[in-house]
């Protein structure tokens, strides 16, 4: 039976096989509106942002009108309702008439045990329930736990710690236990707040032009429809099966030299990634980039002819490039004549503090500023001279404060629109070369629109330890929940990427961070931020050794991996699958948010902490088998061998991949 409409006296209810999804009445008010007055301070990326809330207040239907197709509700001289209901899609679009409001709040009835999942991209917490999640594109914060000495260094040195809730890719969508999902078509600041056992409560800076709910009877199904409304992220080329992205930088003699050592032992490598293509700078951050996106000519000279040479030994050649141009660069006075920066309100062009230099913000919101960087600074820049990917960083820092944009649109709106649209502008790129399925370019900003934008989502700029709430349990939690949201390829920095005040990455986090990576989508690896003070693979012998290892269980688990991409490419399926989308039946499946399934028979249980040769597991309903030792579990929870190299995984007895898994056992086991 699809979605119901219920009409009641001074109000109505959408209900769902008897379930109430939304209600408005006298006593459950269902919208509310008011007033604010907001301060947004940027720093680098990260934002303080209050708001005094100067009035709220319920709104009350005054009349109501139904049709075939739903029905129409006035609320007073405040704002009209217009909700349309097709099948098991609600989908309710307002039109604000009293200008003077600035806030608005959906309130949704809940029960207590739901569960929910999504805002984009989480790190710390898969479950919403709980907590409440403000909705902001930022920097995620160098320590997001507010107890921890690194935070509350950040804070107190560079206002860089972050929380729970910060992230690069937020986006108000969230899935419900219940079996549907909720979509708001706003790109305000927003927050969703799952803390009340009653109700959850949506806040937004601004009307909602619509609200989507949209309902099925299993969460596989319901991820297809919801992919489908998003969009859904297209294939990745088959070059990135062949082993690890290696990430090297110092030039091309330094970078050759450590890749032919890297595969004399073994190491299988797809990939050349050299952020520092374009050239360097050392800050006080540690060594970062020359922002001029063309090849650095003294640290790479005749770069074309390498990379036609590495083609020529099945190897490709990845980059890097964000929405910002250095100020004085070669590219940035070319982008100063053809007028592609935002400005400030006085003419001026606005230049944003990266930590050390400052960068004009190219405004993606012009016609032609967007036909420039897509045509001139990506296609010409790296495309045409034989770059096959690259990291397409950023996109969390457009400011709020006096920036105007060719669109004319308020920055507090753009804000979050912001990575949608340097999504496209990559995609764009790459599809007028006719590079689609070839080239493959990784992004950590997001938001709604981002899924068919982007070929890769990588889960940023982790710690490189095994912390809670940064270190490599994180990149789990991030890519079950963007998963959820519809972006379902993701991938991490093996090894974690920030090292500040003293943390600094080992051995055992690396080749820990490796082993799980070898059952992700992509292998890819990072020197990190402090490449000199942090453990790297190729100065162990060992390590070396293990990491070849590794790869080759990637490869091999490749026709799994195939598989499972070409799903999300055509059903909005993740890869990397929490554990109850195969086990509804489960409750306990519903909260786990440091396992995945691989599809419906692998489950891979990642180490993400010091010191442990063993390791507790959940296993959900069926005859689990051990891919390492060959042994049989059964439901429940287990302490399971895991010493270095060997990550907890189990298959299905009777799954059509045992061939593979037990192959994966004879070789590597």
Known sequence: MPMELITEPQGWCLERHGDVLLRDSSAFPMLFVGCGEERVDMYRGNFSIEDYVTERRALSLTSLHKDPDGFTAEYGSDLTLRLTLEGDCAVLSFTARNPAINRFWLRLPAEKDEVCWGCGEQMSYFNLRGRHFPLWTSEPGVGRDKTTYVTWRSDVENRAGGDYYNTNFPQPTFVSSRHYYLHADCTAYADFDFRHSDFHELQFWAVPDSVRIEAADSFLALLEKESAFFGRQPELPDWVYNGLIVGLQGGTERALSLLQESMEHGIRVSGLWCQDWCGKRVTSFGKRLQWD???????????????????????RF????????????????????KNVFARKSDGSVYLVDFGEFSCGVIDLTDPEAYAWFRDRVIRECSLDIGIDGWMADFGEYLPTDDIILHSGRSPMLEHNHWPALWAKCNYDAVRNAGKLGDAVYFMRAGGTGSQKYCTLLWAGDQSVDFSRHDGLCTVICAALSAG???????????????????????????????????????????????PDTNFQFYDDADCMDRLARLTDIYCTLSPLLKRLVHENAVSGIPVQRALFL?????????????????GPDVLVAPVWQADRSDWNVYLPEGDWIHLWNGEHYTKGEHCVPAPLGWTPVFFRSGSEWTGLMEELRSRFA
């Open 293 to 315: 996106w063309h090849f650095h000519p003294e640290m790479y000279p005749s770069l074309p002819d390498t990379i036609s040479e590495l083609h020529s030994r099945g190897i």
């Open 318 to 337: 990845l980059g890097y490039i964000n929405p910002y141009l250095v100020e004085g660069g070669e590219l940035y006075r070319e982008g100063l004549e």
């Open 484 to 530: 959820m949201c519809g972006c379902g390829l993701s991938h991490s920095d093996i090894g974690g990427y920030t090292s500040l005040f003293d943390n600094t990455r080992t051995k055992e986090v690396f080749l820990r961070w490796a082993e799980m990576a070898a059952f992700t989508p992509v292998m890819r690896s990072h020197e990190g931020n402090r």
């Open 582 to 598: 195969h086990n509804e039946d489960d409750p306990r499946s519903y909260t786990e948010q440091f396992e995945y399934l691989l």
